[in-house]
Each structure stands twice: as structure tokens, then as C-alpha cells.
């Protein structure tokens, strides 16, 4: 049991970490997108759920972007980061029984749904499902990296040279 309970911990860890960079990398579009340093990209997505930077990110480019190639890649990684985000969700807002050897460890999603009401689910523990969760998670941040790297070499953006902060010196008499 122990050493399952290790292996579930790191593939949750894993799950954890790689994450955050998927919504990091969403970050570094809208802020690509916004042409504004780092840090007024960091102050404008801070507080914006993972959807709200899926939307905004869809809206900007839309709004900058007329390119039917780039705007299909945008289609396509937000559409695979969504669904890592659900699978995500259903993880991380679980609870987690490790029971006797017999019963082996179980997941526990609660959920209450106007028009069903409480639910609960009870399913066995995978951490291989959780590991090929982190795959899919991976793929999805080297898709949004080829998306910006893409769009800059086609001159719609520049994200290689945005300093990490505005130069506040430079407004001084």
C-alpha cells in the first residue's frame, strides 16, 4: 500500500506542476498577444480561471490574428487543453480513501447538479491514468509553445524580445 501511495503522490505531483506551465504558456500568448511586458501580462491574467484564459486567449487571437492555419492550430490546443483541464479537475477535486489491500485505494468525486441534485462516485485509483493525463498535458504545453513560436515567425506577434518589465526609468525627466 505504501509504495501505491507514493506512486499516486508523484503522479499527482507531477499532474500539479505540469499544469500550472500549461496555464503559464496561456499566459505567455495573452500577454504575446496584448504586445505588453511580462509583468502587465501577469497583473491582467492573475485572477483569471483556466477558462477565462482559454477564452481570452481565443478572443485576442481572433481579434489580431487573420491567418485560417494559426487561427485552426488556436482551435485545436484550445480544444486539448480544455479536456486536460476537466480530467484535471476531476483529479484534483477528489478525495482519496486508502482502503484495506483488499478494497486497494478509491477515488471519491462528490458533486451536487441543479436538476440531479448529490452525486458521488467511488471508482478505483489508476496512476497509470493519471501518468498518460500528464502525457496529454505535456503535449498540450509544446502545442501552445509551436502556436507561439508559429505566429511570431508569420510577424503576428513579437514574444522573443518582450522584456520581463516595463523600463520605468524611461518615462523620467
Given at each position: 500500500m505504501a509504495e501505491f501511495k507514493d506512486r499516486l503522490y508523484m503522479a499527482l505531483g507531477r499532474l500539479t506542476v505540469n499544469y500550472s506551465l500549461l496555464e503559464e504558456n496561456f499566459i505567455l500568448l495573452i500577454?504575446?498577444?496584448?504586445?505588453?511586458?511580462?509583468?502587465?501580462?501577469?497583473?491582467?491574467?492573475?485572477?483569471?480561471?483556466?477558462?477565462?484564459?482559454l477564452k481570452l486567449s481565443d478572443a485576442l487571437f481572433r481579434q489580431k490574428i487573420d491567418d485560417q492555419e494559426l487561427l485552426?492550430?488556436?482551435?485545436?490546443?484550445?480544444?486539448?487543453?480544455?479536456?486536460?483541464?476537466?480530467r484535471r479537475n476531476s483529479l484534483i477535486h477528489s478525495m482519496w480513501y486508502f482502503a484495506d489491500p483488499e478494497i486497494g485505494t478509491?477515488?471519491?468525486?462528490?458533486?451536487?447538479?441543479?436538476?440531479k441534485g448529490f452525486q458521488d462516485t467511488?471508482?478505483?485509483a489508476d496512476v497509470d491514468d493519471i501518468n498518460d493525463l500528464v502525457k496529454s498535458i505535456e503535449e498540450t504545453v509544446l502545442a501552445v509553445t509551436g502556436l507561439l513560436i508559429e505566429t511570431e515567425r508569420k510577424g503576428f506577434i513579437r514574444f522573443f524580445?518582450?522584456?520581463?518589465?516595463?523600463?520605468?526609468?524611461?518615462?523620467?525627466?
Open positions: 500577454t504575446a498577444l496584448l504586445g505588453v511586458d511580462f509583468k502587465i501580462g501577469d497583473i491582467i491574467t492573475c485572477k483569471q480561471s483556466f477558462s477565462g484564459l485552426e492550430q488556436l482551435r485545436l490546443v484550445i480544444n486539448q487543453a480544455s479536456k486536460c483541464a476537466e478509491v477515488q471519491i468525486k462528490k458533486k451536487v447538479k441543479i436538476g467511488f471508482d478505483p524580445d518582450i522584456p520581463f518589465q516595463e523600463d520605468k526609468t524611461q518615462n523620467k525627466t
